[in-house]
């Protein structure tokens, strides 16, 4: 029977669903590999071709490993929390989990229909109440946990209270907020149980504090900065603001070394990895008070100087100060002002009466700029002085403090010193509002000439006149030390994540409020789930969509105060929380009494190989590798790292088509289209038309008339009897109508074809255009490769007899070079290798058994389906496949024996003649002349002279 893919294609994924073929085992001898992509947010509008480009790459690789004895670990799941299904609750009524259910339907069936080895058995979804009951209990873990950085890891928070009992702050080296106390052990236990419990948290590694976040008042949410673009949401495009809210946070700024450092031991895209660098941005260098005066900070004595001699014992610092870090601490007497960022805690209280006006102005402009936005504009030289001033503490020389929203809030101090003879941006600015620039360096004509790589020698200093930079940097230090006004210290830029969204639909937090202070509900009562709502928007009074929940309180269950009701948090998880540790789930899915069983954890440990996007790198990736850190101190998990290697995949782009509309003379649109090669004979207009109604580049007519009503009536210009569209490669996307269905593909080509074709297209790291048009020859190539498996009649033909040098030469070839491509994820060259060794055994007539076995082997990593069939046609028990052993590579079948030498005759080449390596000249040339067919070019002379140069030529001279 011919090739009858959809028949075949439905009996294996059938039979691999009835027997769990792919399911992984916990414990097994074999060594274990454990294969993970990014599990897929399922969206409404399902898969289409570019998405399961890293699913297939990943599947072959767990299949090529099963083969090669592995015990593999091949999951699926779905990140099913999130924004989309919650804007269509908000529009139609219908609750996220019933949205969210009817688009994993669709997902499971789209990738069931592609025929990838998941262990199914194993599916988690991160809005499933067994699933987030673990999530919830690891934020659980993390509220009661702090970072002792003499340890260098996490610890529980009773380890902090005990030193607090016993020796109060001294000696406590800790990830914390600024605003500490310092207290004895004696002052800690005349604290209140409210007092200490406030101290705690502002300790502990997940906590509550005002934070500056992305406000969007028509989503009625927080959004993360990947979600704004130029001050609107992504989604919707709704305006976007800068705004003070009480969020939960994570304390991940804790782990910024361990961040850095980790990324020299994993196997990740080294782009990626400098992503992660820049994003966590560490910082050598010092802090600096800038001294303030009442008199000073009201915009009084605006002629007066401080002499800094009066400055060596810091006297008259007190609290009044703007600290501000800085990694050139050196270039410290070129700073002629200072910069705020405008959400300063500071900036009302030092802003004059007279200057009011106009910083409120400027703080309003800002709010409207997301915090990205703000740190990639680097052209920005707009600001608001103040009206206040602060003091270089060095030489007491007075600097007005301005606002500017090139600084930020979050990052270092909220403040900065500006050298605008030593940066770009400052002396930008000081040029825009007419500020002193002062040079730091005897360096003349360059705009900026505080730089340590350039000769030059310090000035305007004693100490440091005439010093190299290192030396400069270490005086400055030492001198800030010696007057109370600064150190050297360690700086990142990144920040602890905001951990809160004003959401429905996320994970609720396991807290509630008791004397305006967090506490989490008892373990025993996870999960929390989510309660019924009327609406899923926020309150009329502004709270988030859980707070319209009727009787949903929190109430004590045993103690003081038993039957009291208490409000819980309103806010939800954000959506990176289910992400960050749902590869541990997938070890023991099914667990209830802990997220992984210790077995579980200790057999897979950690994910051999993770295939996913880079668009991730900042957000996800980041998150997951702090929670795996933290899982570590806590004993829970047995690796620092989560993904030793990691592979970012391209995107598939689209390959849009064009009709070109007539426009008439007054520039109307006509219902007349111009094929692409007449278009600039005529004034037209370009239309994106649906690919699917394409086929290379030929448009199908009535279907387009039939594809919307408005073109029923179209009449077409055709070149050679046809309409050619126009081409263009973009992104992928309805409204360009590029968007390609794997359904229609498998529908048409099948499964197999869409797995190989998908690799053929380019390396799997790099973006590649969707092309149908070169589908069919993959399609042709799994044809052919069926008919080498039967005679002309269809009929299933294989022969026992022992195959040839050359069949046995063209496998191991293929043996050889399938295994170093899939060792090095090359999958697009071994398609290709494929196609030429099926060509090759098909002209060798090839249906040896020996040979054919092996070549499905090889294969079924990249067209499970049809070599499932193969297998089982060739007499092997359905269903073993997969657990089959790669065959081995033997490099003798490839050892050349024979040379097929060009003949010549008079300088002529007549003919090439396989003649055996082994042979010397001699023995060859009697092997030339003996062969009948040279004896006829030679018309029966005898040659005068015969030359050999053996492997290379036979010439003979007549």
Same mark, same amino acid.
């Given at each position: 029977?011919?090739?009858?893919?959809?028949?075949?294609?439905?009996?294996?994924?059938?039979?691999?669903?009835?027997?769990?073929?792919?399911?992984?085992?916990?414990?097994?001898?074999?060594?274990?590999?454990?294969?993970?992509?990014?599990?897929?947010?399922?969206?409404?509008?399902?898969?289409?071709? %570019?998405?399961?480009?890293?699913?297939?790459?990943?599947?072959?690789?767990?299949?090529?490993?099963?083969?090669?004895?592995?015990?593999?670990?091949?999951?699926?799941?779905?990140?099913?929390?999130?924004?989309?299904?919650?804007?269509?609750?908000?529009?139609?009524?219908?609750?996220?989990?019933?949205?969210?259910?009817?688009?994993?339907?669709?997902?499971?069936?789209?990738?069931?229909?592609?025929?990838?080895?998941?262990?199914?058995?194993?599916?988690?979804?991160?809005?499933?109440?067994?699933?987030?009951?673990?999530?919830?209990?690891?934020?659980?873990?993390?509220?009661?946990?702090?970072?002792?950085?003499?340890?260098?890891?996490?610890?529980?928070?009773?380890?902090?209270?005990?030193?607090?009992?016993?020796?109060?702050?001294?000696?406590?080296?800790?990830?914390?907020?600024?605003?500490?106390?310092?207290?004895?052990?004696?002052?800690?236990?005349?604290?209140?149980?409210?007092?200490?419990?406030?101290?705690?948290?502002?300790?502990?590694?997940?906590?509550?504090?005002?934070?500056?976040?992305?406000?969007?008042?028509?989503?009625?949410?927080?959004?993360?900065?990947?979600?704004?673009?130029?001050?609107?949401?992504?989604?919707?495009?709704?305006?976007?603001?800068?705004?003070?809210?009480?969020?939960?946070?994570?304390?991940?700024?804790?782990?910024?070394?361990?961040?850095?450092?980790?990324?020299?031991?994993?196997?990740?895209?080294?782009?990626?990895?400098?992503?992660?660098?820049?994003?966590?941005g560490k910082s050598v260098g010092a802090s600096v008070k800038f001294g303030l005066t009442p008199t000073l900070s009201s915009g009084?004595?605006?002629?007066?100087?401080?002499?800094?001699?009066?400055?060596?014992?810091?006297?008259?610092?007190?609290?009044?100060?703007?600290?501000?870090?800085?990694?050139?601490?050196?270039?410290?007497?070129?700073?002629?002002?200072?910069?705020?960022?405008?959400?300063?805690?500071?900036?009302?209280?030092?802003?004059?009466?007279?200057?009011?006006?106009?910083?409120?102005?400027?703080?309003?402009?800002?709010?409207?700029?997301?915090?990205?936005?703000?740190?990639?504009?680097?052209?920005?030289?707009?600001?608001?002085?103040?009206?206040?001033?602060?003091?270089?503490?060095?030489?007491?020389?007075?600097?007005?403090?301005?606002?500017?929203?090139?600084?930020?809030?979050?990052?270092?101090?909220?403040?900065?010193?500006?050298?605008?003879?030593?940066?770009?941006?400052?002396?930008?600015?000081?040029?825009?509002?007419?500020?002193?620039?002062?040079?730091?360096?005897?360096?003349?004509?360059?705009?900026?000439?505080?730089?340590?790589?350039?000769?030059?020698?310090?000035?305007?200093?004693?100490?440091?006149?005439?010093?190299?930079?290192?030396?400069?940097?270490?005086?400055?230090?030492?001198?800030?030390?010696?007057?109370?006004?600064?150190?050297?210290?360690?700086?990142?830029?990144?920040?602890?994540?905001?951990?809160?969204?004003?959401?429905?639909?996320?994970?609720?937090?396991?807290?509630?409020?008791?004397?305006?202070?967090?506490?989490?509900?008892?373990?025993?009562?996870?999960?929390?789930?989510?309660?019924?709502?009327?609406?899923?928007?926020?309150?009329?009074?502004?709270?988030?969509?859980?707070?319209?929940?009727?009787?949903?309180?929190y109430t004590l269950s045993s103690g003081a105060g038993q039957g009291e009701a208490f409000s819980y948090e309103l806010s939800t998880?954000?959506?990176?929380?289910?992400?960050?540790?749902?590869?541990?789930?997938?070890?023991?899915?099914?667990?209830?009494?802990?997220?992984?069983?210790?077995?579980?954890?200790?057999?897979?440990?950690?994910?051999?190989?993770?295939?996913?996007?880079?668009?991730?790198?900042?957000?996800?990736?980041?998150?997951?590798?702090?929670?795996?850190?933290?899982?570590?101190?806590?004993?829970?998990?047995?690796?620092?790292?989560?993904?030793?290697?990691?592979?970012?995949?391209?995107?598939?782009?689209?390959?849009?088509?064009?009709?070109?509309?007539?426009?008439?003379?007054?520039?109307?649109?006509?219902?007349?289209?111009?094929?692409?090669?007449?278009?600039?004979?005529?004034?037209?207009?370009?239309?994106?038309?649906?690919?699917?109604?394409?086929?290379?580049?030929?448009?199908?007519?009535?279907?387009?008339?039939?594809?919307?009503?408005?073109?029923?009536?179209?009449?077409?210009?055709?070149?050679?009897?046809?309409?050619?569209?126009?081409?263009?490669?973009e992104k992928m996307s309805k409204s360009k109508f590029n968007v390609v269905n794997p359904d229609d593909i498998i529908e048409r080509?099948?499964?197999?074809?869409?797995?190989?074709?998908?690799?053929?297209? %380019?390396?799997?790291?790099?973006?590649?255009?969707?092309?149908?048009?070169?589908?069919?020859?993959?399609?042709?190539?799994?044809?052919?490769?069926?008919?080498?498996?039967?005679?002309?009649?269809?009929?299933?033909?294989?022969?026992?007899?022992?195959?040839?040098?050359?069949?046995?030469?063209?496998?191991?070839?293929?043996?050889?070079?399938?295994?170093?491509?899939?060792?090095?994820?090359?999958?697009?060259?071994?398609?290709?290798?494929?196609?030429?060794?099926?060509?090759?055994?098909?002209?060798?007539?090839?249906?040896?058994?020996?040979?054919?076995?092996?070549?499905?082997?090889?294969?079924?990593?990249?067209?499970?389906?049809?070599?499932?069939?193969?297998?089982?046609?060739?007499?092997?028990?359905?269903?073993?496949?997969?657990?089959?052993?790669?065959?081995?590579?033997?490099?003798?079948?490839?050892?050349?024996?024979?040379?097929?030498?060009?003949?010549?005759?008079?300088?002529?080449?007549?003919?090439?003649?396989?003649?055996?390596?082994?042979?010397?000249?001699?023995?060859?040339?009697?092997?030339?002349?003996?062969?009948?067919?040279?004896?006829?070019?030679?018309?029966?002379?005898?040659?005068?002279?015969?030359?050999?140069?053996?492997?290379?030529?036979?010439?003979?001279?007549?």
């Amino acid at each position: 029977m011919d090739y009858q893919f959809k028949d075949i294609e439905k009996k294996w994924q059938q039979f691999w669903a009835d027997h769990q073929t792919f399911k992984a085992d916990n414990l097994s001898p074999k060594p274990k590999y454990y294969v993970m992509d990014m599990f897929p947010y399922p969206s409404g509008a399902g898969l289409h071709v %570019g998405h399961p480009l890293g699913y297939i790459a990943s599947d072959i690789f767990a299949r090529y490993k099963r083969l090669k004895g592995f015990n593999v670990l091949h999951p699926m799941g779905y990140d099913s929390f999130g924004l989309p299904a919650e804007q269509y609750a908000i529009q139609t009524g219908q609750h996220p989990a019933i949205t969210t259910e009817d688009n994993i339907a669709t997902y499971r069936r789209q990738l069931d229909q592609i025929g990838f080895s998941f262990d199914w058995s194993r599916e988690v979804r991160t809005s499933s109440p067994d699933y987030y009951k673990w999530t919830q209990w690891i934020f659980m873990e993390l509220f009661n946990s702090w970072y002792n950085k003499a340890a260098d890891k996490a610890e529980a928070i009773t380890t902090l209270a005990e030193h607090f009992e016993k020796h109060g702050s001294k000696g406590i080296n800790a990830a914390s907020d600024e605003e500490v106390l310092t207290f004895t052990a004696d002052d800690w236990k005349a604290f209140t149980s409210e007092e200490q419990q406030k101290e705690l948290l502002k300790y502990r590694l997940t906590y509550l504090r005002e934070s500056t976040v992305n406000w969007c008042a028509a989503l009625g949410t927080v959004l993360a900065n990947d979600e704004v673009k130029d001050g609107f949401s992504e989604r919707g495009g709704y305006p976007v603001e800068q705004k003070k809210m009480m969020q939960w946070s994570m304390r991940i700024t804790a782990y910024a070394e361990r961040l850095l450092q980790g990324l020299d031991t994993i196997d990740w895209p080294e782009p990626l990895k400098e992503m992660q660098r820049n994003w966590i941005g560490k910082s050598v260098g010092a802090s600096v008070k800038f001294g303030l005066t009442p008199t000073l900070s009201s915009g009084e004595g605006a002629n007066s100087t401080k002499d800094s001699s009066s400055l060596s014992s810091g006297e008259g610092w007190g609290e009044a100060y703007i600290e501000v870090f800085t990694t050139r601490v050196d270039t410290i007497f070129g700073v002629t002002f200072v910069v705020l960022a405008p959400e300063h805690e500071l900036v009302s209280q030092l802003t004059t009466p007279e200057q009011k006006a106009t910083v409120e102005a400027y703080i309003a402009q800002t709010k409207k700029k997301s915090e990205l936005d703000r740190m990639a504009d680097t052209k920005t030289v707009s600001g608001a002085f103040t009206g206040s001033y602060v003091l270089n503490p060095l030489n007491g020389e007075k600097i007005q403090l301005w606002i500017a929203d090139y600084v930020l809030a979050g990052y270092g101090t909220g403040a900065v010193m500006a050298v605008p003879s030593g940066d770009q941006r400052d002396y930008l600015f000081a040029k825009h509002y007419n500020l002193p620039i002062v040079p730091i360096m005897d360096i003349q004509n360059i705009e900026v000439e505080a730089d340590p790589t350039k000769e030059g020698k310090y000035i305007n200093s004693d100490f440091i006149n005439g010093l190299e930079y290192k030396e400069a940097t270490a005086a400055v230090i030492a001198k800030l030390e010696e007057v109370g006004a600064g150190k050297a210290r360690v700086n990142f830029r990144m920040r602890d994540a905001i951990f809160g969204r004003q959401r429905y639909w996320g994970e609720p937090v396991p807290v509630y409020f008791k004397d305006n202070l967090p506490h989490l509900i008892s373990e025993s009562e996870l999960p929390l789930l989510l309660p019924e709502v009327d609406k899923y928007l926020p309150t009329e009074s502004g709270e988030p969509p859980l707070a319209r929940a009727a009787d949903w309180h929190y109430t004590l269950s045993s103690g003081a105060g038993q039957g009291e009701a208490f409000s819980y948090e309103l806010s939800t998880m954000p959506g990176w929380a289910g992400s960050s540790w749902y590869w541990y789930r997938y070890m023991d899915a099914h667990n209830e009494t802990e997220f992984a069983s210790k077995e579980a954890i200790e057999y897979w440990k950690d994910v051999d190989l993770y295939i996913g996007g880079s668009e991730h790198a900042t957000g996800h990736l980041l998150y997951s590798r702090f929670w795996n850190k933290f899982l570590k101190d806590i004993g829970k998990v047995v690796e620092e790292e989560p993904f030793k290697k990691l592979i970012n995949q391209g995107m598939i782009q689209g390959r849009s088509n064009f009709v070109y509309r007539l426009v008439d003379e007054e520039g109307r649109p006509t219902n007349t289209y111009v094929s692409h090669g007449l278009k600039d004979q005529y004034k037209t207009t370009p239309l994106h038309v649906d690919v699917n109604i394409v086929t290379n580049e030929i448009l199908d007519l009535d279907k387009f008339k039939k594809w919307r009503t408005e073109y029923e009536t179209a009449e077409f210009i055709l070149e050679n009897g046809k309409y050619i569209c126009g081409v263009e490669v973009e992104k992928m996307s309805k409204s360009k109508f590029n968007v390609v269905n794997p359904d229609d593909i498998i529908e048409r080509y099948g499964a197999d074809t869409l797995r190989m074709y998908e690799m053929f297209l %380019g390396p799997l790291e790099q973006s590649k255009p969707w092309n149908t048009n070169g589908i069919e020859g993959v399609f042709k190539f799994l044809r052919k490769f069926w008919r080498l498996f039967h005679n002309d009649q269809w009929e299933f033909t294989v022969a026992n007899e022992a195959p040839t040098k050359a069949e046995l030469k063209a496998l191991h070839k293929i043996i050889r070079k399938v295994e170093e491509d899939i060792e090095r994820f090359s999958f697009n060259t071994s398609v290709s290798s494929f196609m030429i060794a099926v060509n090759e055994l098909t002209d060798l007539k090839c249906n040896k058994r020996a040979i054919l076995q092996d070549m499905v082997v090889i294969l079924s990593s990249y067209a499970p389906h049809i070599c499932e069939e193969l297998w089982v046609q060739l007499g092997n028990p359905a269903g073993t496949l997969s657990y089959a052993a790669y065959p081995k590579f033997n490099p003798e079948y490839l050892i050349e024996d024979d040379f097929a030498y060009p003949i010549s005759i008079n300088g002529k080449t007549k003919m090439n003649l396989n003649i055996p390596l082994s042979l010397d000249v001699k023995d060859t040339e009697a092997f030339v002349l003996a062969n009948a067919d040279v004896q006829r070019y030679l018309d029966g002379k005898a040659p005068k002279k015969v030359i050999v140069v053996k492997g290379r030529i036979v010439n003979m001279v007549v």
